[in-house]
């Protein structure tokens, strides 16, 4: 079974700061990995996935993602944060591309200026 | 750019009442999937569906539930009879041949 832990339910940062939000995982294969975004009152979209392929990927928005199988993680970050990147992100799981996802809970980036 | 549709945007019912949720996936995508997101919880997945079928559920996803294809392009969430706890926002996604799943904007259900 495949599960993700989001470490953090909330992260402030300051505008121009680095963003690091924690995603770590457990697949009993090797996993495909996903983080979306969701603003306020809106759906879910994807910022970027791993797929075993390139180890660090890279997103839209700046963001970027590195897998990191020793440590079963799948840290998001940005080198420095914009007022618009207030939003929450989730870190989701499948075992295949077409199976379901299995997301994390969440965590609420804070921008503040 | 193709975007995936859901509607009503927000559709408040009665408990005891049938509710049909509505979502157009992108065109060219051939698995569907809905989940759900109960006000400050997780997006959990309730049902996926290929080729007419339904390939997997999760537990919530029991006989009051229901999805169907009706033509070649929508794709509905039915629930039978809506209980209080079925208040949540309900996301559709598709599968592109990327291997991506792309969310619709969500129908927000409020039983009362």
């Known amino acids: 079974a495949q599960s993700v832990t989001q470490l953090g339910s909330h992260v402030s940062v300051s505008e121009g700061a680095l963003v690091l939000l924690r995603c770590n995982y457990s697949?009993?294969?090797?996993?495909?990995l996903f983080w979306y975004v969701q603003y306020p009152n809106q759906g879910l979209q994807l910022l970027l996935k791993y797929t075993s392929a390139a180890t660090l990927v890279k997103g839209i928005n700046g963001f970027e993602a590195e897998f990191k199988k020793s440590e079963t993680s799948f840290h998001l970050t940005k080198p420095s944060a914009h007022m618009s990147d207030a939003a929450e992100y989730f870190c989701?799981?499948?075992?295949?591309?077409?199976?379901?996802?299995?997301f994390g809970t969440g965590t609420r980036l804070l921008v503040s200026p | 750019e193709p975007e995936v549709t859901q509607t009503p945007s927000h559709q408040v019912t009665q408990m005891g009442q049938e509710v049909i949720l509505r979502c157009v996936p992108i065109?060219?995508?051939?698995?569907f999937y809905w989940y759900r997101q109960i006000l400050g919880q997780k997006v959990e997945f309730l049902v996926s569906f290929y080729n007419n079928e339904i390939s997997e559920k999760s537990e919530i996803f029991d006989d009051q539930f229901s999805v169907e294809r009706p033509d070649g392009s929508n794709f509905t969430l039915k629930i039978r009879s809506t209980k209080l706890e079925d208040s949540a926002m309900y996301f559709c996604a598709s599968l592109s041949s990327f291997g991506e799943q792309y969310f619709g904007p969500g129908t927000r259900l409020t039983v009362t």
């Open positions: 065109s060219n995508h051939l698995y």
């Open positions: 989701a799981v499948t075992p295949s591309g077409f199976q379901k996802l299995v």
């Open positions: 697949s009993s294969v090797p996993p495909y």
